[in-house]
């Protein structure tokens, strides 16, 4: 590889020769990590014309690097870093500079989330990796993948991937999701009540945005996904926790006044509960009774293997009451940041106005991408694989906890991708995963997941989307060894 030029300047406020700054100016780029070994320098005559000095300065530079070992001479190849020049420093250098911002005062409104969740981005490194929403490349259909983004580059989708939809979306996926996606979940929507987001999580901040502000008040499941949790706050809502039970959010329970209640009813995140149809009725017609909103997010209803899925909360609606966030990250793979809103026109036009203002639009060529893969069946054809896959290991893992005395706090009855457990009292699951991962095993300690300050610390979560059904056992007998020494 080759460092351009445009990289190289010299510090006005170096002293010493030319020569001596510009061998200066290369040994630090080389102890700073930005040259690194077996990259080639600019040849001295472009780096002579670029920093405005005589070549001969440049060559004398260059060869006392040389003999410094710095650099070697490939003859008419050029200059490179030697593999023998000094390395970096293992830690991070912070560049010298005396900063007057008082950042306390400047940042007006503050944004840095306090999940108390950590995801290794080496997970696929450990052997018992039972971390909630990873992709298994064992089942993703890599190869129609790769022919459907190909597909989506050739000339005659040119102007989808490269066209500026402003706020609008490729018309080709909308179309799919109003007759094909939508449906399965006995959902009719017309094209302008349909908005493609970058994710579920991006669908959540645009209702929050659109829906909340200081005087609205607002229940959500308690446990909930953390980052909700999170978008809630920062919109400056009134926000109140509801304890969910084993049937998920118990509308009974939500507060006096409440303007808008954000639920998880297919599976609820992170328990698994399945909201039962007599229940999400119930909550339809306390809406209606006491005029708020719900949003539904229903991720996860594709993977409904022990029992069919229930109707989605939008498909009992008949008062334009609900909100629907649906989600192909989940059921694909989370780098894929793709899902979609759904609710009443004058909504869906806010939120249209609100994502074009802030990043325009979803990329086109993802989006064109997501279509063909969809159209042309290797959607479904994986749901059915992953599915099967993830009953098997759902039925292993069930087994292996009954036998090792593991207590399972929520059981979807539909199916899913994670288990929720209890420990024993005392045992504080968070240090329990720090101890695992010596094992090469990773949990998701339950902490987080809850609103108190001061939240239950017994419980955690193991989900099988990406761990083969061949290492479940040897996994949990390790957390169950590990449990019964923490007691």
């Not at 250098?93 to 005396?98: D, I």
């Not at 400047?106 to 450990?126: C, H, V």
């Not at 009774?289 to 022990?306: A, G, P, T």
């Not at 909100?323 to 894929?336: D, M, Q």
Request: glycine share 6%.
């Amino acid at each position: 590889m080759s460092i351009s030029v445009e990289t190289f300047f010299l510090d006005p406020d170096t002293s010493g020769t030319l020569q001596a700054r510009i061998q200066q100016m290369v040994a630090q780029g080389i102890l700073a990590g930005r040259i690194r070994a077996g990259e080639r320098l600019p040849s001295s005559r472009r780096m002579a014309q670029h920093l405005g000095v005589s070549r001969i300065t440049v060559t004398l530079a260059y060869t006392e690097l040389v003999a410094d070992d710095y650099l070697i001479s490939r003859g008419r190849s050029g200059y490179f870093v030697s593999e023998n020049a000094p390395e970096p420093p293992a830690f991070a250098v912070e560049p010298q500079r005396n900063d007057t911002v008082d950042w306390s005062r400047a940042i007006g409104q503050r944004f840095t989330p306090s999940l108390g969740m950590e995801k290794p981005t080496d997970w696929a490194n450990y052997k018992y990796s039972f971390i909630y929403g990873q992709a298994d490349e064992t089942l993703f259909d890599s190869a129609n993948w790769r022919l459907c983004a190909l597909k989506a580059l050739g000339k005659r989708d040119f102007s989808s991937m490269t066209a500026d939809y402003f706020d609008g979306d490729d018309p080709k996926l909308v179309e799919f999701i109003g007759r094909q996606t939508l449906p399965r979940r006995g959902i009719l929507a017309n094209p302008n009540e349909i908005l493609i987001t970058m994710g579920a999580q991006n669908a959540l901040w645009l209702t929050a945005q659109v829906l909340l502000n200081s005087r609205r008040l607002v229940a959500v499941e308690d446990p909930c996904y953390p980052a909700l949790r999170n978008i809630l706050e920062q919109s400056r809502c009134q926000l109140q926790s509801v304890p969910i039970d084993a049937e998920g959010l118990p509308p009974d329970a939500l507060p006096m006044g409440t303007d808008v209640v954000f639920t998880t009813p297919s599976h609820h995140c992170p328990t698994a509960a399945t909201m039962p149809l007599t229940r999400r009725k119930a909550l339809l017609e306390k809406a209606e009774r006491d005029n708020f909103l719900v949003i539904e997010d229903d991720y996860e209803f594709e993977m409904s293997f022990h029992n069919p899925p229930s109707p989605s909360l939008k498909s009992l609606d008949r008062n334009g009451r609900v909100i629907y966030v649906g989600s192909f990250s989940k059921s694909l793979f989370p780098g894929l940041r793709l899902g979609y809103l759904v609710g009443p026109a004058p909504f869906i036009k806010e939120a249209r106005a609100l994502r074009a203002s802030v990043l325009r639009h979803p990329p086109g060529h993802i989006q064109r991408t997501v279509s063909y893969f969809l159209s042309l069946g290797h959607y479904d054809a994986l749901m059915r694989r992953t599915s099967r896959a993830y009953q098997e290991r759902r039925n292993v893992m069930d087994a292996v906890l009954r036998a090792e005395g593991l207590v399972a706090a929520g059981h979807g009855t539909s199916g899913g991708s994670s288990i929720w457990l209890r420990a024993p009292d005392g045992v504080d699951t968070t240090l329990l995963a720090i101890e695992l991962r010596k094992s090469g095993v990773l949990i998701e300690p339950g902490a987080p997941f809850f609103a108190s300050p001061t939240p239950p610390t017994e419980f955690f979560r193991l989900a099988y989307s990406s761990i083969p059904a061949s290492r479940i056992p040897e996994g949990i007998a390790l957390i169950a060894k590990a449990i019964r020494t923490a007691r």
